[in-house]
T-cell receptor
Framework: DSGVTQTPKHLITATGQRVTLRCSPR?????VYWYQQSLDQGLQFLIQ???????AKGNILERFSAQQFPDLHSELNLSSLELGDSALYFC????????????????FGQGTRLTVV | LAKTTQPISMDSYEGQEVNITCSHN???????ITWYQQFPSQGPRFIIQ???TKVKNEVASLFIPADRKSSTLSLPRVSLSDTAVYYC?????????????FGTGTRLTVIP
């Protein structure tokens, strides 16, 4: 158990709909990352938050948005869903080593499998 | 952000030692090297992290030469359960954002 909790585990929805994926980071971790992994593809970095603020952005579509709340949990919102959005969505959290910003180890949740039909 | 290059795939027989090498020519002074393991439909799992020379834990060893432009993950006596994708990442000290960009990884297949 990595300590990172993602809900729901599975989600099936229709095209055009909107869904929200939730992530609870490990206790004390301030940084949260979101990734998308399509079938047999690599991990595509979407976005990172640190202590409530957006820290870095990857190839995240405009239809997607995220936020991190004061209690540090994060939500990824996916709207106007298309068939191609079907994928595993992973959340990870990490602690930041002060003065060692080049030293990051992340802990991943088990993912949310989104199926758009 | 230092880019990494590693072989797309490798095959090995059970019981053999497997070495996966990763190139990171542009690694910055303060960047650490981290390896993750991912099984199908699961989130990546941290394996080992190092800065220089050799690091060893109960799962693997990590060898980093003096110039730090490459690193080698060594898995002793692999078993079928080691079949997975292995990712090499380097830190992101230059931006300070602690980004985690995963490359394509190395797909290791262990053969009986």
């Amino acid at each position: 158990d990595s300590g990172v909790t993602q809900t729901p585990k599975h989600l099936i929805t229709a095209t055009g709909q909107r869904v929200t994926l939730r992530c609870s980071p490990r206790s004390g971790d301030l940084s949260v990352y979101w990734y998308q992994q399509s079938l047999d593809q690599g991990l595509q970095f979407l976005i990172q938050y640190y202590n409530g603020e957006e820290r870095a952005k990857g190839n995240i579509l405009e239809r997607f948005s995220a936020q991190q709340f004061p209690d540090l949990h994060s939500e990824l919102n996916l709207s106007s869903l298309e068939l191609g959005d079907s994928a595993l969505y992973f959340c990870a959290s990490s602690a930041i080593h002060r003065g060692q910003e080049g030293r990051t180890e992340a802990f991943f949740g088990q993912g949310t499998r989104l199926t758009v039909v | 952000l230092a880019k990494t290059t590693q072989p797309i795939s490798m095959d090995s027989y059970e019981g053999q030692e497997v070495n996966i090498t990763c190139s990171h020519n542009n690694i910055a002074t303060n960047d650490y090297i981290t390896w993750y393991q991912q099984f199908p439909s699961q989130g990546p799992r941290f394996i080992i992290q190092g800065y220089k020379t050799k690091v060893k834990n109960e799962v693997a060893s990590l060898f980093i030469p003096a110039d730090r432009k490459s690193s080698t993950l060594s898995l002793p006596r692999v078993s079928l359960s080691d079949t997975a994708v292995y990712y090499c990442l380097v830190g992101d000290s230059q931006t300070g954002a602690n980004n985690l960009f995963f490359g394509t990884g190395t797909r290791l297949t262990v053969i009986p």
